[in-house]
């Protein structure tokens, strides 16, 4: 296996629904609030863990292709594996998203997911603002109803509110395949689950409203393997774009196959 470089994407994260992903409940809940959203304890903002973005497309995906759900992990979640060499070198799931290293045909996950804070000018706004009921979120209510009884069961759910935006958010894919054009159509499996994404939702409540994103103002970098032995920067593929169709138009993934196979030479 020779690893030939990494393509690094890039951009920001728009919330067109309020977003809830949770965070542990241990100690003292933010107001009291029942189901809180996860929080940087270093400065308190919210932020959307790279593994719920990960773990969120991956699952799109095995859904898509309709792929047998043969691993367990933990005792409530199931997700694909390969137990084959063969079917793992073709599988659109197993290659990219990784699987565990005590298979002898596994070969290092491409894709990385990088924790995404939120976009500084949202910060500002969010601040001048004032007009969540806590930092950064709102509260929203919700009253779950007892089918047998009637009776009300209420209960607060904390969201980043809908118009926040999120960035910036890094993805990294690396290349390390015999056959560049291998990992290139890997890479494209990538980009469908972010567009699968778009149209579902991300974290919880998503069947009542919530997490509804979309990804704006990509850019799309590659770094060579002589780039990283020369120091050179990142090179720009794909300006700053707001459709995912752009990242695998012929054009764009032609840059790419040129940049990897030269070695930035």
């Known amino acids: 296996m020779q690893f030939h470089g990494r393509l690094i994407l890039t951009g920001q994260i728009q919330c067109r629904t309020a977003l809830h992903i949770g965070g542990a409940s241990t100690g003292i809940d933010i107001g009291g609030v029942d189901n809180i959203v996860v929080r940087n304890p270093w400065n308190n903002q919210p932020y959307i863990p790279g593994s719920s973005l990960r773990g969120k497309m991956r699952s799109l995906l095995e859904r898509a292709y309709n792929l047998e759900l043969t691993q367990k992990i933990g005792p409530y979640v199931r997700i694909h594996r390969c137990g084959r060499e063969e079917s793992y070198r073709n599988c659109p799931v197993c290659v990219v998203f990784g699987v565990t290293s005590d298979e002898d045909f596994a070969t290092p996950a491409r894709l990385q997911v990088r924790d995404v804070a939120l976009e ?146």
């Not at 601040?127 to 009884?149: F, G, H, N, Q, S």
């Not at 759910?157 to 159509?185: N, T, W």
């Not at 002589?226 to 700053?240: A, C, K, S, V």
């Open 120 to 265: 500084p000018k949202t910060v500002e706004i969010l601040e001048k603002l004032k007009t969540t009921e806590l930092p950064y979120t709102e509260v929203k209510w919700e009253v779950a109803i007892d089918r047998i009884t009637s009776a009300a069961n209420p209960r607060q759910q904390e969201r980043v509110p809908a118009g926040v935006k999120f960035g910036p958010f890094e993805m990294v894919f690396s290349f390390y395949d015999d056959s560049i054009d291998q990992d290139l159509r890997r890479f494209q499996h990538l980009v469908e689950a972010m567009a699968l994404l778009q149209d579902d939702y991300l974290g919880g409540g998503g069947s009542r409203g919530n997490g509804k994103i979309e990804f704006v103002n990509m850019k799309l970098e590659a770094r060579s393997r002589e780039d990283y032995r020369e120091g050179r920067p990142r090179q720009e593929i794909l300006p700053e774009v707001a459709d995912l169709n752009a990242l695998v138009q012929a054009e764009t993934l032609q840059k790419v196959r040129q940049k990897l196979a030269s070695n930035g030479k």
